[in-house]
């Protein structure tokens, strides 16, 4: 699974909810993961899902730009350039198939409570860690 996936990924779920503020967002996960509601994706709002859910989903692999073949690069990112969020491994309902932690370990979960897909207001070092055109053209 991929946990930073958008809604009309194949396998979409819920698996926490983004509170805190747009400054400083924490994701708090839900103890299991929970299906996207139809009425959610039909909401005309200017909020998009991706504001205020973390959702996993299929890692689409070669068809996304930060996967190199055998590594998410995104997720060795984040864990270079985004400080500790906890010193606890903090409890995930998807870290059995997380594609984040069976590459990165712990490293990757201390980190990932602070990772919102959308936010418009980002810290440069999310900023900078997300931006897939550090590849250039492959
Ligand atoms: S990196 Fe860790 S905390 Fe984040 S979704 Fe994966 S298993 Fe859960």
């Not at 699974?1 to 819920?14: C, L, N, Q």
């Not at 068809?63 to 864990?79: A, E, K």
Request: net charge negative; with cysteine; aromatic share 6%.
């Amino acid at each position: 699974m991929y946990p930073s996936a958008d809604t009309d990924m194949s396998g979409s779920v819920i698996f926490g909810i983004v509170v805190g503020t747009p400054e400083t967002p924490h994701v708090v996960h839900l103890d299991r993961v929970k299906p996207i509601p139809p009425e959610l994706l039909a909401l005309d709002a200017p909020v998009k899902p991706t504001e205020i859910f973390r959702i996993a989903a299929t890692c689409i692999e070669t068809g996304c730009r930060h996967f190199d073949g055998t590594n998410c690069r995104l997720t060795t990112r984040i864990v270079a350039g985004l400080p500790l969020v906890t010193d606890r491994l903090p409890t995930c309902a998807i870290r059995a198939t997380c594609r984040w932690w069976h590459q990165e370990g712990a490293a990757a979960c201390l980190r990932c409570q602070q990772v919102v897909r959308d936010n418009y207001i980002a810290s440069d070092e999310l900023i900078n860690a997300i931006n897939p055109a550090i590849y250039g053209a492959e």
